[in-house]
């Protein structure tokens, strides 16, 4: 078992800064990638920002330029700094990550969610 816990979700004026963190514990043997989605009310889940164990990004088009993910490999931690936030960037952020359990089984793991609230 696999579990991610997000923190750092709350509510901030637009144009503010937020910074979300997701750790991963239990029996692990790799991580190959982590990232963060996100849904809005009413809307479905969307892709954010991922990050793999080698450093490599990638950015939905609506965050570029105001979102940076980064991982602390050893902590099997990822972060979601975001910058000059807009009200459609509200919702609830999940933490994702996948890899390999120690017996060489996949896993595919989501956290419970964060709420973040972009108020104008």
């Known amino acids: 078992q696999v579990q991610l816990v997000e923190s750092g979700g709350g509510l901030v004026q637009a144009g503010g800064s937020l910074r979300l963190s997701c750790a991963a514990s239990g029996s692990i043997f790799s991580i190959n990638a982590m990232g963060w989605y996100r849904q809005a009310p009413g809307k479905q889940r969307e892709f954010v920002a991922t990050?793999?164990?080698?450093?490599?990004?990638n950015y939905a088009d609506s965050v570029k330029g105001r979102f940076t993910i980064s991982r602390d490999n050893a902590k099997n931690t990822v972060y979601l700094q975001m910058n000059s936030l807009k009200p459609e960037d509200t919702g609830v952020y999940y933490c994702?990550?996948?890899?390999?359990?120690?017996?060489?089984?996949?896993?595919?793991?989501w956290g419970q969610g964060t709420q973040v609230t972009v108020s104008s």
């Open positions: 994702n990550a996948w890899g390999t359990l120690p017996l060489g089984a996949p896993f595919d793991s």
């Open positions: 990050i793999t164990s080698g450093g490599s990004t």
